[in-house]
Structure formats: structure tokens, C-alpha cells
């Protein structure tokens, strides 16, 4: 999986957020509209849950 930063003005995926998508995560083989996009702030949450996650695994 790859994350890149977007320059496209397209909604955040997480469907109780109301910004704008500023990153998007692609698995090889994805069509480009099934790609994640979200906004730094719910990249962020995501990330910390996973690190969350990742410690309790450890």
C-alpha cells in the first residue's frame, strides 16, 4: 500500500466528516475511484488507533 498526498478537491471518505480529503491510500490493482481518501485530521486518528493496536499485538 502507498499513501500520497492528493491535489484533487474531493470529500474525506469517512462519512461523519465534512473536509475536504488531503491524502489517499492505494493498494496496487485499485481502480482510482475505490481509493481511500481522507483528511489529515482522520489520517491521524486512523494512525493512532493503529499504533494503539500495533502495541497491544506486540
Do not use: F, H
Not at 500520497?4 to 480529503?21: E, L
Not at 488531503?22 to 482510482?32: A, F, L, N, W
Amino acid at each position: 500500500m502507498e499513501l500520497k498526498k492528493i491535489s484533487v478537491k474531493t470529500k474525506c471518505d469517512n462519512g461523519a466528516c465534512r473536509n475536504m480529503a488531503d491524502y489517499e491510500i492505494i493498494k496496487e490493482g485499485t481502480m482510482p475511484q475505490a481509493r481511500l481518501r481522507l483528511c489529515k485530521d482522520c489520517l491521524k486518528e486512523i494512525a493512532s488507533l493503529v499504533k494503539t493496536i500495533k502495541k497491544q499485538l506486540d
